[in-house]
């Protein structure tokens, strides 16, 4: 007789753990209250779908910030290849862009989406729009799901709910709560992959995007993190890839003071600028210093970078000393921006934090305290950096939860 598998969560991890689960014969029913499968999903890489990394193990783990070693069994058993030809068979091809980020080749990030729907279909997996409400534990083992709707008996249950991420997408903290009543270990939540907010700065420069710079990220006075690429300034600070891959390594707000330094030319080493501030100098030598910078920066940014270098604006470029050139040349490269702390998790990409590791065993997703019971993808306390090592978790922890599942008792 079949076993009955209810997975909770139609996200990645939860349509991999139910994909996984019914290959082995498993009769599984898919709980997912959104009207869609995979809504989340199909918003991420902003709707391209960046679903993996071409990376090998080690590289992958190395992107996990975050009880990296946890994932070292499923990453071995499911890795990014695994991933890539997964999809390649129901139908996706694919494509490998800069970082080794991996996109369908269409683009679309609905192709990821309806690939594992129609995969889903033909295992007969039944797919209920429900909301699980709690789980049935008697006796140290998973008896159903109670939900809005009905009652869903199983003889295992996987948890694949999910963050507290973006909770238009469904994402609303519903899958720590049960957890948490089953008797597991919730860490703090907070969002991972966030924009930030400083103290002004990127109101004033609202709009500005800034591509190829340098940042540096410093905790109190030591430098924790350092990248280049495309940042944003918004109303309430600091946005873009750049940032959100730095937010990542800014883990204690409250403890610790954050402040980033841009390098607004990376290419050019401080040698080379201060010969291009000459050249800039010496023609308009005539101008108040305020109107020298156009041939060098954006027009929005030139009001901050006067402010930061303490030079009058007025001043004649011609009367400006050696010494303050550095001290320009120093705001160029170094420019400064306060961190006040991050924005709502609910803003996050991803969530930082989550079902404590220690409770689940990392070959087969299974809980330590609860027969029966798996947990799949986000609502585990593991987060990776951007690039597509975030979803590379869904399908690793998803293929091990749903193969365990279906393959006890």
Known sequence: MSKEIVIIGGGAAGMMAAISAAERGALVTLLEPNERLG????????????????????????????????????????????TMAFFEDLGVPLKTERGNRVFPVSDRAFDVSAALERRLKKLRVRVVRDRARSLEIEDGAVRGVAGERERYPAEAIVLATGGVSYPATGSTGEGHRMAAEAGHTVTPLRGSLVPLRDFGVGRSLQGLSLRNVGLTVFENSKKIYTDFGELVFTHFGLSGPLILSASAHMRRFGERAYHLEIDLKPALDEASLDRRLLSDFEKYSNQDFCNALYDLLPKKLIPEIVRASEIDPREKVRSITREQRRGLLRV??????????????????????????????????????????????????????????????????????????????
């Open 39 to 82: 809504k989340k999903l199909n918003i991420t890489g902003k709707g391209r779908c960046n679903l993996t990394n071409n990376a090998g193990p080690e590289e992958l783990l190395a992107n996990i910030p975050c009880n990296g070693k946890f994932l070292y069994s499923s990453f071995s058993r499911f890795n990014a290849q695994d």
């Open 332 to 409: 160029l490269k170094h420019f400064p921006v306060v961190i006040a702390g991050p924005c709502p998790v609910t803003e996050a990409i991803v969530t930082s934090g989550g079902v404590k590791v220690r409770e689940i065993d990392p070959a087969t997703m299974a809980s330590k305290l609860i027969r029966g019971l798996y947990f799949a993808g986000e609502i585990i306390d593991v987060d990776a950096y951007t690039g597509g090592f975030n979803l590379q978790i869904a399908w690793s922890t998803g293929r091990a939860a749903g193969i365990s599942a279906a393959g006890e008792g």
